[in-house]
């Protein structure tokens, strides 16, 4: 290879390399209250896609301050702790700071939900209790955001297709789609532009 071709290549790599770092730093930064492992990388992968920056515990966050905590299981015994204002262990003291400081905190699962078929039902509801308690202190269930705007091919628009779209705030259709009267009352209840493609 020559060295005008080296150069090039070299050059080539370091405006790739630029581009990638400019783009890591302008998306949001979620922190997971875990420590990081593959299979966890994965999960929280698939839950938040590639829209945020993230980072488990005591890694560097490179000076973003993350925008979500995101917790990916919430244990029986840490939830009853959390729900009378109490901390367990290190992991539930830092969640109870993070509460304290009004910092909101998304929860990927709640270990007792995977028993709510064996269960008794007076345990159950104390535990749905916990979370309802929870909840008020800032400690939900996770969410996904809901794109701005939602792309649907379909030229039939019905109120259904319109209460799937919550939380969005254009929903882009066909230009010969069919909106229903039904669909334009629903859209206009959960505050959603519907447009046509020209």
């Known amino acids: 290879m020559k060295t005008n071709d080296m150069n090039e290549l070299v050059q080539a ?3 790739e390399v630029v581009r990638q770092l ?3 730093e302008s998306k949001p930064c979620a922190l997971i209250l875990a420590e990081r492992d ?5 999960k ?9 920056n993230f980072y488990f515990l005591n890694e560097d966050m490179q000076g973003q301050t ?3 905590h995101i917790l990916p299981l919430l244990p029986c015994a840490s939830m009853a702790s959390l729900a009378t204002g109490g901390a367990c262990d290190a992991a539930t003291s830092c969640i109870l700071k993070l509460l304290l400081q ?10 007792y939900e995977a028993y709510a078929d064996t269960m008794p039902g007076a345990l159950f509801n104390t535990y749905q209790s916990h979370a309802e308690k929870l909840a008020a202190y800032g400690l939900t269930a996770f969410k996904a955001e809901k794109p ?4 649907f091919r379909e ?14 705030s254009v929903l882009m259709v066909p230009g010969n789609a069919l909106v229903t009267p039904a669909a334009v009352e629903a859209a206009k209840a959960i505050d959603l532009n519907i447009q046509k493609e020209s």
């Open 148 to 151: 701005h705007t939602v792309m």
């Open 102 to 111: 009004g910092t909101k905190v998304e929860v990927l699962e709640f270990e």
């Open 22 to 24: 400019k783009g890591a």
């Open 155 to 168: 030229t039939l628009v019905t109120e259904a297709v319109i209460n799937k779209m919550a939380g969005s």
């Open 13 to 15: 790599i370091a405006r």
């Open 44 to 52: 929280v992968r698939g839950c938040l896609g590639d829209e945020y």
């Open 38 to 42: 593959c299979l966890l990388a994965e």
């Open 66 to 68: 993350p925008c979500r």
